[in-house]
């Protein structure tokens, strides 16, 4: 399947889950066995070349993608969550949403100074997110050698927050 099949895929819902959100719902591509195939194998791509050593997903869709990813390639899964659901001893970062602030965790003996790591969540919207898990690897002193998701709302300018090179998207909207 190619970029513009996998997008019809995904449901779109307006005015969720307030007025003039358009929001993407990718349950029904993940429902289509065909095109959640496609949609690993076509995120594979860009990720095999990255030569990771492990996988990062980011709670809770990144989970979604990232483990099957992890698993196509032979190689472990490490979880970043929201603060409080990963036992044991962790660290954590602060990091901006559109209104606010959220917390996000990981394990500190998750990663190893200079593992390479990908991650992978499902939609890259404004970045917010995804930069403070790469300050998360980065602490542990993991290298970040690539970002991958399933979609991008390139008009939300997350890209911009985020390493030029390193980050691959499968379906804009």
């Not at 995904?10 to 591509?29: A, M, N, Q, S, Y």
């Not at 409080?84 to 001893?89: A, Q």
């Not at 542990?140 to 390193?166: D, H, K, N, Q, Y």
């Amino acid at each position: 399947m190619n970029p513009e099949q996998l997008a019809s895929k995904v449901r779109t819902i307006p005015d969720f889950p307030k007025p003039g959100i358009i929001f993407r719902d990718i349950t029904t591509l993940l429902q289509d066995a065909e095109a959640f195939n496609a949609a690993i194998e076509a995120m594979l791509v860009p990720i095999r070349a990255q030569k990771p050593g492990v996988i990062v997903g980011i709670e809770s869709r990144g989970f979604i993608f990232g483990a099957p990813i992890a698993h196509a390639l032979g190689l472990g899964f490490v979880p970043v969550r929201k603060l409080g659901k990963l036992p044991g001893e962790t660290i954590t970062v602060e990091y901006e949403l559109e209104y606010g602030k959220n917390v996000l965790e990981l394990h500190r003996d998750a990663l190893t100074p200079g593992q390479r790591v990908v991650i992978v969540d499902d939609v890259l919207a404004t970045g917010g997110t995804v930069a403070g898990t790469i300050r998360l690897v980065e602490q542990l002193g993991a290298t970040v050698v690539g970002i991958s998701f399933l979609a991008e709302l390139p008009a939300l300018g997350g890209r911009s927050r985020l390493p030029e090179g390193i980050v691959s998207a499968i379906i804009p909207f």
